[in-house]
């Protein structure tokens, strides 16, 4: 297992100099540049873009400037924001944690949600309880999660006179663990518990459920099941310790590729939610044509992935010992 993972982490490398160069050249063909929007609504004059360029380093060719950018990553220096000169090190300090308890807070919802839903749905098939299961699956899947945040964030305001905390209402987890959780999950008070974090969980459960739903209900038809059956097992045990984990190695992938997704995919639910995480100052980069910051954060999106992943294939060989990796 040992040897695997160090193969593993061997062929990540040119995965992720393959993506930062793919970001580094593909975020510069954006319409507009970083000079064009310090100049504001004036077009900016040859002698104004030299100067500007020539300060940021901009002015280089632009092999130059990535190999430069990916020397300092080398050395664990992502270069400054483009715009405020501020480092993305410190940027990334504040936001990445921000962003990366919000995903996991969304996980932890989609899988409490899925999880009992779609075990109870696979073993109750074709009752009441099964039909109203598959519709929500099928609900949550079609809602998307901008128009869900925002409607929430509109009738909180209009019915219940609340309106969405700013970014500084933001607290550190161990700084103050109640209102950090309460920002994220119900940050319209109790009577709306429906947050960034449970807006998120809600949109990934859905596919959560249906796999777990029609996973449970192939296990449930091999013959070890039947016999565990004819054994006069009590259902408990059928269900969680002879159909369960087997189920659920399928569905460990879609939930280990789902944490990348909630990392890359939170820019709007943070972006309408106010959460002053990685997603929120990713688009704000985009805007600005922050080269730097956003070079940094699809970076460290990648990262997660490619680790996600490898999470994923030792996670199989716990849930089935059949599975070995030289």
């Known amino acids: 297992m040992q040897q695997y993972i160090f193969k593993r982490l061997l062929l990540a490398v040119p ?69 405020t000169n501020t480092p993305v090190n410190e940027l990334l300090k504040n936001k990445l944690p921000v962003t990366i308890e919000m995903s996991l807070l969304a996980l932890m919802v989609s899988l409490i ?53 700013l970014p500084q209402d933001y607290k550190e987890f161990w700084e103050d663990p109640f209102a950090n959780l309460q920002f994220l999950l119900f940050p319209f008070g109790y009577f709306i518990p429906v947050g960034p974090a449970v807006i998120l969980g809600i949109s990934l459960s859905g596919t959560v459920m249906r796999l777990t739903r029609a996973q449970m209900l192939e296990v449930l038809r091999q013959d070890y099941v039947r016999t565990a059956w004819a054994k006069g097992l009590k259902e408990r045990t059928v269900v969680t310790s002879h159909a369960l984990k087997n189920a659920l190695i399928p569905v460990v992938t879609v939930v280990g590729l789902q944490l990348p ?40 999106i990648a990262v997660v992935v490619v680790l996600s992943n490898l999470l994923i294939d030792i996670t199989y060989a716990y849930l089935d010992p059949r599975i070995r990796y030289g």
């Open 15 to 83: 995965t992720l100099i393959g993506v930062s160069m793919l970001v580094f050249f593909m975020v510069r063909l954006i319409p507009g540049d970083i000079v064009e929007q310090i100049a504001g609504d004036t077009p900016p004059t040859p002698e104004f873009r030299q100067q500007i360029e020539e300060e940021l380093g901009l002015d280089q060719p632009a092999i130059q400037q990535y190999f430069t950018w990916l020397g300092g990553i080398l050395t664990g220096d992502f270069g400054s924001s483009l715009r």
């Open 113 to 165: 949600i899925a999880l009992p839903v779609g075990i109870i749905s696979a073993v109750r098939q074709d009752s009441g309880v099964d039909y109203v299961a598959r519709s929500t699956a099928i609900g949550f899947l079609a809602v998307p999660t901008f128009w869900l945040g925002t409607l929430i964030i509109v009738y909180a305001s209009v019915w219940f006179n609340v309106a969405t905390p």
């Open 261 to 300: 997704i909630l990392v890359g995919g939170s820019v709007v639910v943070e972006s309408i939610y106010n959460v002053p995480g990685m997603g929120q100052q990713l688009a704000q980069s985009i805007g600005t044509r922050d080269y730097t910051v956003v070079q940094a954060i699809a970076l460290i």
